[in-house]
């Protein structure tokens, strides 16, 4: 079976830009979560979505966003970048809401120039 | 507010030696209490998870200590071998909301 797969792995935008990231679950998990991981703060949690519907949202500003299909893929976006949005990006999914085990992606390095 | 503390930010141990990392939480709607193992370039994996209701899990060469009264979990990594040498996060979440809250994360180095 295989893994969750984003993509792009690798972004370089600039301050203004905007962003959308991908993300496919595991074949049959209905769950994703989206987690921001920095050297300074560590990797924080950003919004779940299952059902294509937003469960759970971090505190993140609203330039952060994201959505879910009825395939289970999920996009987040950020708008109009700024230098501190460089991190990478991990999506992670699950079976269903509220599932203990999460499976990481290999995750999307963003880099704001 | 940091919902889970993890110590020490960085670890060296050689080869054959325990290695330790700890963590504490503040709150006690946390129930189930996974440690994840990233490599470089790579996301986070589950190593091995606990809940509350038990205050020790061993898998191979990995054991989860619980303290409940403490609002403690630790990971022992016995035998420590150079392939263990990667950050580990401690990781929290309570039942009713799919959230994780992570540490801050340890880099191990286990020399050779």
């Known amino acids: 079976k295989a893994g969750v797969t984003q993509t792009p792995r690798y972004l370089i935008k600039t301050r203004g830009q905007q962003v959308t990231l991908s993300c496919s679950p595991i074949s049959g998990h ?19 979505y299952f059902s294509e519907t937003q469960r759970n949202k971090g505190n993140f500003p609203g330039r952060f966003s994201g959505r879910q299909f009825s395939n289970s893929r999920s996009e987040m976006n950020v708008s109009t970048l700024e230098l501190g949005d460089s991190a990478l990006y991990l999506c992670a999914s699950s079976l269903m809401a509220k599932d203990n085990e999460q499976f990481f992606g290999p995750g999307t390095r963003l880099t704001v120039l | 507010q940091q919902q889970v503390k993890q110590s020490p ?6 080869k054959g ?6 963590c504490a939480y503040e709150n006690t709607a946390f129930d189930y209490f996974p440690w994840y193992q990233q490599f ?9 998870a606990i809940r509350p209701d038990v205050s020790e899990k061993k898998e191979g060469r990995f054991t989860i200590s619980f303290n409940k009264s403490a609002k ?5 990594i016995m035998d420590s071998q150079p392939g263990d040498s990667a950050t580990y996060f401690c990781a ?3 039942y009713n909301f799919n959230k994780f809250y992570f540490g801050s994360g340890t880099k191990l180095n286990v020399k050779p």
Do not use: D, M
């Open chain 2, 9 to 14: 930010q960085s670890l060296i141990v050689q």
């Open chain 2, 92 to 94: 929290a979440k309570a």
């Open chain 2, 72 to 76: 403690q979990f630790s990971l022992h």
């Open chain 2, 40 to 48: 470089p370039g790579k996301g986070p994996a589950l190593l091995i």
């Open chain 2, 17 to 22: 030696g325990i290695s330790i990392i700890n």
């Open chain 1, 30 to 48: 209905r769950s994703v979560s989206w987690y921001q991981q920095t050297p300074g703060q560590g990797l924080q949690f950003l919004f779940e």
